[in-house]
Nanobody, 119 residues
Framework: QVRLMESGGGLVQAGGSLRLSCAAS????????MGWYRQIPGKQREVVAT???????NYAESLKGRFTISRDNAKNTVDLQMNSLKLEDTGVYYC?????????????WGQGIQVTVSS
């Protein structure tokens, strides 16, 4: 059973930074993709950034330049560095992984972690 443990959320002032981390365990076939999604109040869950086993990345266009995703394949962790945070970044952030590295793949979600940006 794949398990995801998210950490690093909390309260930050606008313009500040937070770093989210997600530790994955339980996959015997590696992690094809690791990423972060978020759900802003009143909106649907949306992708923030994804990083693949080969190191390639995808970002939500609106977040490029402020958010950076990285992964440590040895530790099976994925981090999201969030800079220049805005009030509208407030929401619940979810870690998502897809396993294994070959098809078919299954997605797993973390429980979510709150990020609150204050003025």
């Amino acid at each position: 059973q794949v398990r995801l443990m998210e950490s690093g959320g909390g309260l930050v002032q606008a313009g500040g930074s937070l770093r989210l981390s997600c530790a994955a365990s339980g996959s015997i076939g590696g992690y094809y993709s690791m990423g972060w999604y978020r759900q802003i109040p009143g909106k649907q869950r949306e992708v923030v950034a994804t990083i693949f086993a080969d190191g390639s990345t995808n970002y939500a266009e609106s977040l490029k330049g402020r958010f950076t995703i990285s992964r440590d394949n040895a530790k099976n962790t994925v981090d999201l560095q969030m800079n220049s945070l805005k009030l509208e970044d407030t929401g619940v952030y979810y870690c998502k992984v897809e396993v294994p590295t070959w098809l078919p793949r299954v997605p797993y979600w973390g429980q979510g972690i709150q990020v609150t940006v204050s003025s």
